[in-house]
């Protein structure tokens, strides 16, 4: 009898602890939104952000994107191959692509890449008192240190899935059409067939964009909630690619039964 109560004791608190932390997190995110018109008066700020997350991790996600391409071209030809359908490998690579792997794949790439970035330099500028200093001085840290790094996330993330898909098809078409030998004819005529811009590409960067949001919140709440010592920086960081990651699965569930249902 005791071990259940202390089980049902243990589940409630965990329950009250993830109600209390998903508070906190809706009041930061209404924070960055209420004050999002720093953006606009400055769009510097914003750019800068923009080139930070985006240009650096364009390398891995290009590379990442590259190597899918080559995975999706040998898979899907030695799949289609035995039905006599070789000629829609095209379409199998950018459906893969476009409606789930690049914006997956990217952003778990991007909450690796810029997440962690976000969260360690967030964490070490609480460390540094920096935060505080901005307060003192009476400059709002949100205004000024989150929410162009917020906007910025939101913008990049988009363009890379974009990058990751191009990147990725290309590699496909390497690898059936200039390794294997499938119709290069065939291979874009059935991709320019089968691939609608309403119900694929622009389900794809809707997602893209929702993951963006995801990711670079909690990349950002959990630098500012992170405890001012290197422990509290690396295990902030380690949340940021831990939940992000999770995030990102448990959405494009959702926004796949929603989309393609």
Request: hydrophobic share 55%; with cysteine; proline share 2%.
């Amino acid at each position: 009898m005791s071990r259940a109560l202390s089980f049902i004791a243990n589940c409630g608190g965990a329950g009250r602890r993830a109600l209390y932390t998903l508070g906190l997190c809706t009041r930061f995110f209404l924070a960055i939104l209420m004050r999002s018109g720093i953006v606009l008066r400055r769009p510097r700020l914003l750019w800068q952000q923009v080139f930070f997350l985006g240009n650096h991790s364009l390398l891995i996600i290009a590379v990442s994107g590259l190597f899918v391409g080559f995975v999706l071209g040998l898979q899907g030809y030695y799949t289609l191959s035995n039905y006599g359908s070789e000629e829609a490998l095209g379409v199998l690579v950018a459906l893969a692509l476009v409606r789930e792997l690049g914006p997956v794949v990217t952003a778990l790439l991007f909450a690796g890449r810029a997440g962690t970035s976000l969260t360690a330099e967030i964490g070490l500028m609480k460390a540094g008192e920096q935060i505080a200093a901005m307060e003192v001085m009476a400059v709002d840290p949100i205004r000024r240190v989150v929410v162009p790094r917020f906007w910025g996330g939101v913008i990049a993330m988009p363009i890379l899935a974009a990058v990751f898909s191009m990147v990725g098809v290309m590699g496909g078409w390497v690898v059936g059409v200039q390794m294997i030998g499938v119709d290069a004819g065939s291979f874009w005529a059935q991709m320019q067939a089968g691939v609608d811009v309403f119900a694929d590409v622009l389900n794809g960067v809707i997602k893209s964009v929702v993951f963006g949001f995801a990711v670079t919140l909690i990349a950002l709440y959990s630098g500012w909630q992170a405890r001012a010592t290197p422990e509290g920086v690396a295990r902030a960081t380690t949340q940021t690619v831990v939940v992000g990651s999770l995030v990102v699965l448990a959405l494009d569930f959702v926004l796949t039964a929603l989309m393609f249902s």
